[in-house]
């Protein structure tokens, strides 16, 4: 059989329910993650399609559950609601150390992989934001086209990530857990702005109480907790789960036009993003061959700066 890269053909595969939609969601979703130029292209052509009607972002400190919390998600999810689809994108920053926090998110997720209403897709962050979170939209809109209620997009607390989930998420879970490094730290760098709800995850170890009455404190004193829930949760032993989706439903309970108009500003951001990021690629690559002889004239006075920058826009043209 012919194995099409052709985005509308691919799509109309999906659309139809075709036996071969699963792969062609692959392959849609590979596209994605390949380049933004491809990733345009395909929200453009699902821009009449469906998103899923629940984007949730988990993010937070390295180790503190957010994987296994997911996990925990898929099975309560599907046991509500067993006609449902559910996505979850694990974003990695394909770093050396997490290689092995990686392979036990696949682990992890194994369970779910012969589950039909269940898709889990792994992208690699390679260090970049920007063409990530344009990707990561482009995997969520073929989601939806496979029809998933919730698309959950677990990215790890480090660099830059945790702030980019978001930019495509409705809703941003930040996770923490006792034992995970100086919470003072992750207050500091800003990760509580970001935060619609805060999940404590752990209740079941013997510091838990402590600590969850420190953060408590802590998000209060920054004005947090009184608007953004704070849970206590244990994904090891399955409790606070249902608070949990309570807690998500609820804020999803808004029109939905809202949503519309805030993911539209999301997605116009992105490609503004993209934009910028291409413009500054090519810049790179012009700037690169006439360096020398421009900053040579800047210095010596026969050109001035906003002479050798119109120049170099010519030169992109
Ligand atoms: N006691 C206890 N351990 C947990 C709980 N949730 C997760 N863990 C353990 O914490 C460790 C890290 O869990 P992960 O789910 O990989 O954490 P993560 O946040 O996805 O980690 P990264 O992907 O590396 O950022 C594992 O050993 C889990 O078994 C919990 O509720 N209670
Ligand atoms: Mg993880």
Same mark, same amino acid.
């Given at each position: ?65 957010? !994987?296994? &919390?997911? %996990? ?31 392979? %036990? ?28 979170? &344009? ?45 995970? %490094?100086?919470?003072?730290?992750? $207050? ?26 420190? &953060? ?17 949760? !244990? ?34 951001? $992105? ?34 700066? !906003? ?11």
């Amino acid at each position: 059989m012919a194995c099409s890269n052709d985005v509308s053909t691919l799509a109309e595969e999906i659309r139809l329910r075709k036996k071969t939609r699963f792969r062609s969601a692959g392959r849609l979703m590979s596209l994605a993650e390949e380049s933004p130029e491809q990733t345009i292209e395909i929200l453009r052509e699902l821009s009449g399609d469906p998103l899923p009607r629940i984007i949730l972002g988990i993010t937070g400190a390295p180790g503190s559950g957010k !994987s296994l &919390l997911a %996990g925990r998600m898929i099975a309560a999810f599907r046991e509500c609601y067993p006609d449902k689809v559910i996505g979850v994108i694990a974003v990695d920053p394909s770093s050396s150390i997490s290689g092995g926090a990686i392979l %036990g998110d696949r682990i992890r997720m194994m369970q779910h992989a012969s589950d039909p209403n269940v898709f889990i897709r792994s992208i690699a962050s390679r260090g970049q934001t920007g063409g990530v979170t &344009l990707g990561t939209m482009g995997i969520i809109s073929v989601m939806g086209v496979l029809g998933c209620d919730m698309v959950i997009v677990e990215t790890v607390g480090v660099g830059q990530m945790e702030f980019a989930v978001k930019e495509v998420a409705d809703m941003v879970a930040i996770v923490m857990a006792p034992g995970q %490094g100086d919470t003072m730290q992750f $207050l500091k760098a800003g990760m509580m702005e970001i935060g619609d709800m805060f999940i404590i995850n752990k209740a079941d170890r013997s510091d838990f109480s402590q600590f969850f009455a420190q &953060l408590k404190n802590a998000l209060s004193l920054l004005g947090r907790s009184a608007k953004n829930p704070v849970l206590a949760v !244990s994904a090891r032993d399955n409790t606070g789960l249902s608070e949990l989706f309570f807690v998500v439903e609820k804020f999803f309970a808004r029109d939905h036009l809202l949503w519309e108009i805030s993911r539209k500003e999301r997605l116009e951001l $992105l490609i503004q993003r993209a934009i910028f990021s291409e413009f500054q690629k090519r810049l790179k690559n012009v700037l690169e061959e006439k360096e020398q002889d421009l900053l040579k004239n800047i210095l010596e006075g026969g050109t001035s700066l !906003s002479f050798a920058v119109e120049s170099l826009i010519e030169k992109l043209k």
